[in-house]
């Protein structure tokens, strides 16, 4: 059964930083493109970043383009989100997401997330 | 960026009833498109990707329609765990983006 288990949220002032980890099992995790989708209080889902199986290639919305990083340690079966200067509108519940089968670079359907974890809350207020 | 709208925003449907939820794209996404179904509380659910694939484990009562630029995602005889929002999301171009979304309530 593949699982999902992401950490890392909590408050934090605005500018600050926070690192997201997503700890995953029950599927071969190098094998697979991962997410990150957030979704604000009350709001629809927003996506945020995606990264290839081998870490090589990542992407990034507009809105966290040059803030965050997105990362993958394929050896410890977890994605990462690096949140720099946060800002009030980051506030949100983050979800790790896995990818369907292929590279999400040259297959499209592989990017559409078919397994996602339960989130973590991050809170950008002073 | 491609938008995507959905409608109606709220859909008052009865148990047994068929519900037709639409999404429109900006600009063509071909069949990238997937459905997602969320309840409160709880993450998303993959229900249909590649516009009218079924994801695994999804009952046969929801199906997928449309390319280019118009989709319908169908439920066709609504059990009483159907009542929740649901999304389209398009992955033809970066950045993906979701609808909306539409809620499906009781009528």
């Known amino acids: 059964e593949v699982q999902l288990l992401e950490s890392g949220g909590g408050l934090v002032q605005p500018g600050g930083s926070l690192r997201l980890s997503c700890a995953a099992s029950?599927?071969?995790?190098?094998?697979?493109?991962m997410s990150w989708v957030r979704q604000a209080p009350g709001k629809g889902l927003e996506w945020v970043s995606s990264?290839?199986?081998?870490?090589?290639?990542?992407y990034y919305a507009d809105s966290v383009n040059g803030r965050f990083t997105i990362s993958r340690d394929n050896s410890r079966n977890t994605l990462y989100l690096q949140m720099n200067s946060l800002r009030a509108e980051d506030t949100a519940l983050y979800f790790c997401?896995?990818?369907?089968?292929?590279?999400?670079?040259?297959?499209?359907?592989?990017?559409?997330?078919?397994?996602w974890g339960q989130g973590t809350l991050v809170t950008v207020s002073s | 960026e491609i938008v995507l709208t959905q409608s109606p925003a709220t859909l008052s449907v009865s148990p047994g009833e068929r519900a037709t939820l639409s999404c429109r794209a900006s600009?063509?996404?071909?069949?990238?498109l997937a459905w997602y179904q969320q309840k409160p509380g709880q993450a998303p659910r993959l229900l249909i990707f590649?516009?009218?694939i079924g994801a695994t484990g999804v009952p046969p009562r929801f199906s997928g329609s449309g390319s280019e630029t118009e989709f319908t995602l169908t439920i066709s005889s609504l059990q009483s765990e159907d009542f929740a929002v649901y999304y389209c999301?398009?992955?033809?171009?970066?950045?993906?983006?979701f609808g909306q979304g539409t809620k499906v309530e009781i009528k």
């Open positions: 997401a896995k990818a369907g089968r292929g590279d999400i670079v040259v297959v499209p359907n592989a990017r559409a997330p078919n397994a």
């Open positions: 590649g516009a009218s």
């Open positions: 600009q063509s996404i071909t069949s990238n």
């Open positions: 990264i290839r199986f081998s870490g090589d290639t990542t």
């Open positions: 999301q398009q992955y033809s171009n970066w950045p993906q983006t």
């Open positions: 029950g599927f071969t995790f190098s094998n697979y493109g």
